[in-house]
């Protein structure tokens, strides 16, 4: 059976439940880090009074980075739990680089904010 034909819950083979299990743990662990990176960047935004520009960037850089986990989350769910099915190798994620990048840029402009203020 191709791997197009198999859904998240149905086709190929039931994986072990503890590998699903993994998955969406995972998978609620990238919402956990976007609705964190969320409130951060609302904190930053109301308590961060000046100056407002470098304030509001790193505020937008959270929230940024929030959507992009947040977007991102499903669909690697999807493809991690279909190759688990498919008995395929699991699939490459880049997530792992862009959330590492994203916070390096983060801590930067935090430092800026507060050399600055």
């Known amino acids: 059976m191709a791997s ?11 994986p072990d439940y503890r ?10 662990a990238w919402l956990r880090t976007a609705l964190g990176l969320l409130a951060g960047g609302v904190a ?4 961060v009074p000046s100056p407002a520009p470098a304030s509001a960037v790193l505020a937008g850089l959270c929230v940024v980075l ?7 989350a499903y669909p690697r769910w999807r493809r991690v739990q279909v190759a688990m099915r498919a008995g395929e190798p699991l699939p490459r994620s880049l997530m792992i680089l862009v959330l590492t990048g994203g916070l390096l ?8 904010l507060l050399v600055v203020s």
């Open 4 to 14: 197009d034909d198999i859904k998240p819950h149905a086709g190929g083979a039931e």
């Open 66 to 72: 929030a959507a992009v986990l947040a977007a991102t």
């Open 105 to 112: 840029i983060l801590i930067v402009a935090a430092a800026v």
């Open 44 to 47: 930053v935004h109301q308590l």
């Open 19 to 28: 590998f699903t299990l993994a998955n969406e743990r995972t998978f609620l």
